[in-house]
């Protein structure tokens, strides 16, 4: 196979038939030494976090393909640590989208004068990033990503309304098992002029508390596997 690109977290490949498959490796987002899925970079490596990443990621895209919602997701072979994906699109470099339930983290980090830490979101709020290590992957809104040609607003607009769905679902499993979601990241790209989500689904790139703590990725991933 053909390595396309060697990212944080997963090592993309070309397929023979068209498609891709990604490698999941283990490591996770953070800095120094700890957990933090809102980091832009490499913080930690927590063996065995990829393929925990990619089980977690099919249970989530078979149950948005159960309830309609197209993905790149084709298949997976999870001994390997591989999935099998459609070809598709990134918009521009790369964005990245957050979707927030309850304020914390890097949202704090900037807007902690006007709201306070722990603050609910009942409706979700979604946030756009350009991937960018260098610049510390800034925010972007609707205006600019169509001023820049990165997306259309028609494109933005469906982005947004899929990342309110599917949050929502993630949601959903997650409070069925005690869990509460605090944050999520994203990313789309689209497939013959359709936006759809790709990457992953998976405990590293979500913010889950239970009882008032945070949960560590691997334990995450036991609570959403456990049935």
């Known amino acids: 196979m053909e390595l396309l690109y060697s990212g944080k977290t997963k090592d993309v490949y070309k397929l023979p038939n068209g498609n891709v498959s990604l490698l999941f490796k283990d490591d996770v987002t953070g800095k120094d030494g700890v957990f933090d899925p809102g980091e832009n970079s490499v913080g930690l490596k927590i063996e065995g976090m990829g393929k925990a990443n990619l089980r ?3 249970l989530f895209f078979e149950l948005l393909k159960e309830k309609g919602i197209k993905t790149h997701y084709v298949s997976a072979d999870v001994e390997n640590s591989r999935m099998e994906v459609l070809p598709a699109e990134v918009f521009g470099k790369g964005v990245e989208i957050i979707c927030r339930l309850v304020a914390t983290g890097s949202f704090i980090r900037r807007y902690g004068k006007y709201i306070e830490d722990g603050t609910v979101f009942p409706e979700g709020y979604v946030e756009v990033t ?3 290590d ?15 040609d990165i997306m259309s607003p028609e494109m933005y607009d469906s982005m947004k309304e899929q990342t309110l769905k599917i949050t929502k679902i993630v949601a959903d499993v997650l409070k069925e098992k005690g869990l509460d979601l605090w944050d999520i990241k994203f990313e789309f790209g689209y497939n013959n002029g359709e ?10 790139n979500m913010r889950v508390y239970k009882d008032g703590k945070i949960v560590p990725p691997m334990e995450l991933t036991r609570y ?3 049935k």
């Not at 260098?134 to 820049?148: M, Q, R, V, W």
């Not at 936006?195 to 590293?204: M, Q």
Request: charge should be negative; aromatic fraction near 0%.
């Open 134 to 148: 260098e610049k510390g992957d800034p925010l972007i809104n609707k205006d600019a990503l169509a001023l820049l």
């Open 195 to 204: 936006v759809i989500l790709i990457d992953e689904i998976a405990s590293g």
């Open 224 to 226: 959403i596997l456990t």
């Open 56 to 58: 977690t990621s099919v």
């Open 130 to 132: 350009l991937k960018d």
